[in-house]
């Protein structure tokens, strides 16, 4: 239903750039992604989670219908994918594939190695049946408001472990811990191991995710993607776009779906700008994917 994701990430890691991969977590947010990658002529991916999608109150349909909607009615036309972001439950993975999402991501880096990939290699099965790709994780990434995952500990990925990993799931991009964390940092800082990313980029050929980029300096994000050899060419952003959308609000904690369809109208678009402009800065600042279109 959209451009391959793969292909997406192929084609930046050879130019030196990331593709944003952006949680709208509410469904009046997915427009707001889009425009902004209209406006910036980048590609974009959008994105939610098994987590966000109990939390806001949604599921796979409601997102796919309405980003198809959305690439419709706005007359999309540069490179978009929607991708199923941090998930265990394999029956949700279905219903994304079914429901003609590009891509989703199993999670199962908290297991043993030959467990998580086990799990990865069924998830493999299923999706490539529907021409639908994957992403996996090894490694944990530690999160501070646990909305999209459970793991609260740190392991950075092991390089020959990865290698060994895409290699025998054939896995379409791999998600690796190096220093990042999921939600907004407090006392810890913005930290990110580019000789790790290195030594991973040697063992692995499919492209990089890099999870937990909200609140990181763009000098480290930039670096993470520009590494000789190739970096990162897929980078997740969540919190900062929801943080845009509540404080436009003049609210300091989420609400669910529902509730967004009883905001003012004016109050939306104001809040709905918003996040179009945190994503516009992310392209320009952070991923070098603006004009990349």
Not at 72 to 101: C, N, S, W, Y
Not at 140 to 165: C, M, R, V, W
Not at 180 to 199: Q, S
């Amino acid at each position: 239903m959209g451009t391959g994701v793969k292909k997406m990430l192929q084609k930046a890691l050879e130019e030196g750039y990331a593709v944003g991969s952006f949680s709208a977590r509410y469904l009046t947010n997915i427009g707001p992604v889009l425009e902004a990658a209209v406006r910036q002529s980048s590609p974009v991916i959008v994105q939610v989670s098994q987590k966000e999608m109990k939390r806001y109150g949604s599921t796979c349909g409601q997102f796919a219908d309405e980003y198809r909607r959305c690439i419709r009615e706005m007359d999309i036309r540069v490179p978009a994918a929607l991708h199923l972001d941090h998930t265990k439950d394999l029956d949700i993975i279905q219903a994304a594939i079914d429901a003609g999402f590009d891509s989703v991501m199993i999670d199962a880096s908290e297991q043993p190695l030959e467990k998580n990939m086990e799990i990865v290699k069924k998830v493999v099965a299923m999706a490539h049946a529907k021409g639908v790709e994957v992403e996996a994780e090894i490694g944990k990434i530690s999160a501070n408001d646990l909305i999209e995952t459970d793991s609260t500990t740190q392991l950075y990925t092991d390089p020959q472990e990865a290698g060994y990993f895409a290699k025998e799931t054939a896995v379409d991009f791999l998600a690796v811990s190096v220093g990042t964390v999921h939600g907004a940092y407090g006392t810890r800082k913005p930290h990110i191991e580019l000789e790790r990313i290195r030594e991973i980029r040697e063992q692995v050929s499919v492209p990089l995710v890099l999870h937990g980029a909200s609140g990181v300096p763009s000098h480290l994000i930039k670096a993470a993607i520009s590494l000789e050899g190739g970096g990162v060419s897929k980078i997740n952003v969540a919190t900062d776009l929801e943080a845009a959308f509540l404080s436009a609000l003049g609210l300091d904690s989420s609400i669910t779906n529902e509730a967004v369809l009883k905001l003012p109208s004016e109050q939306l678009d104001k809040a709905h700008e918003a996040v179009t402009r945190v994503v516009e800065e992310k392209m320009r600042d952070y991923l070098l994917s603006s004009h990349r279109a």
